[in-house]
């Protein structure tokens, strides 16, 4: 195993890494020094520049030059997906997905209508390189992926068992813990349960056709499924994506170039499209 995928693997590093991109995302306005993050999460300068570069693919101040406040319209210029209705893979089916191996399906309409009635979902809390991670899933995958760093705990539970109020909920990560690694890019294969009403399934499997690193706007989406006046209806559906992450909602931008909303929060969001914009760049 090489040193890059032993830092990758190790869970203290994880954690490090975790922390100090949300103390970076939190201070975007400032420039921060290398010494400053580093000691933000306990580490010498160089040991911290060495394992944030092999963590995201490039040093913290080039990072932060991802977090400006116009990288959003860079994106929107230079990576720009327009969607096309035939990259649809229908409401069931399996793709290779960028750089990981992602297996989903989609619940039907029916158990959809049922709230989550004599569905079991375990859960656990998770740490992720965009900080705390709420994760639920179902014998068939994740079913729910939300981030605590803005939001706080209490909130982000409470949204997640609030979308299937009648299911099972049990405290179980380890049963959920080998999709979550592969959600952050650990190795293995991530599996996905989307629930969700017809409308808002279409337009998740949109945004499943947007590459790591790339953007498209709320208005392509609702083109791709075939809805182009839909577009307020898109970014609502957009916003109740249960997965966050993994059905990347966080690619999809406002028109104009602007970040638009995010459940979990903007900050977040702008770290996830540094983040894959950072390691998309460095290994071109």
Not at 25 to 39: G, P
Not at 52 to 69: D, E, H, M, N
Not at 125 to 149: K, V
Request: glycine share 10%; charged share 20%.
């Amino acid at each position: 195993m090489s040193q890059i995928e032993d830092a990758r693997s190790d869970p203290y590093h994880y954690g490090v890494i975790g922390r100090a991109i949300e103390t970076i995302a939190a201070r975007r306005e400032e420039t921060l020094s290398l010494e400053e993050v580093a000691a933000g999460v306990g580490l010498s300068p160089a040991h911290f520049q060495r394992v944030f570069s092999q963590w995201v693919g490039v040093s913290p101040k080039r990072y932060q030059q991802y977090l400006a406040l116009d990288h959003a319209r860079r994106l929107l210029a230079d990576r720009h997906s327009v969607l096309e209705a035939a990259h649809s893979t229908g409401l069931s089916g399996a793709s290779r997905l960028h750089d990981l191996f992602l297996r989903w399906e989609a619940m039907s309409p029916g158990e959809y209508a049922r709230a989550g009635a004599g569905l079991a979902i375990a859960w656990g809390w998770f740490d992720t390189p965009f900080g705390e991670a709420l994760a639920m899933g179902t014998g068939r995958g994740l079913c729910g992926l939300a981030f605590a760093a803005e939001t706080g705990r209490e909130a982000a539970m409470a949204d997640m068992r609030s979308r299937w109020p009648e299911a099972a909920f049990a405290e179980d990560p380890e049963a959920i813990r080998p999709w979550v690694e592969a959600a952050f890019g650990t190795g293995g294969e991530a599996r996905l349960q989307l629930i969700g009403a017809p409308f808002q399934i279409k337009v998740w499997e949109a945004l499943l056709t947007v590459p790591t690193g790339h953007v498209t706007t709320y208005s392509d989406i609702a083109a791709a499924i075939g809805r182009p006046r839909a577009v307020r209806a898109v970014g609502t559906a957009v916003g109740r994506n249960p997965i966050s992450w993994l059905i990347p909602c966080h690619r999809a931008l406002q028109k104009a170039g602007g970040l638009g909303g995010y459940h979990w929060g903007l900050g977040v969001k702008r770290a996830m499209l540094a983040w894959e914009a950072a390691r998309l760049d460095s290994a071109a």
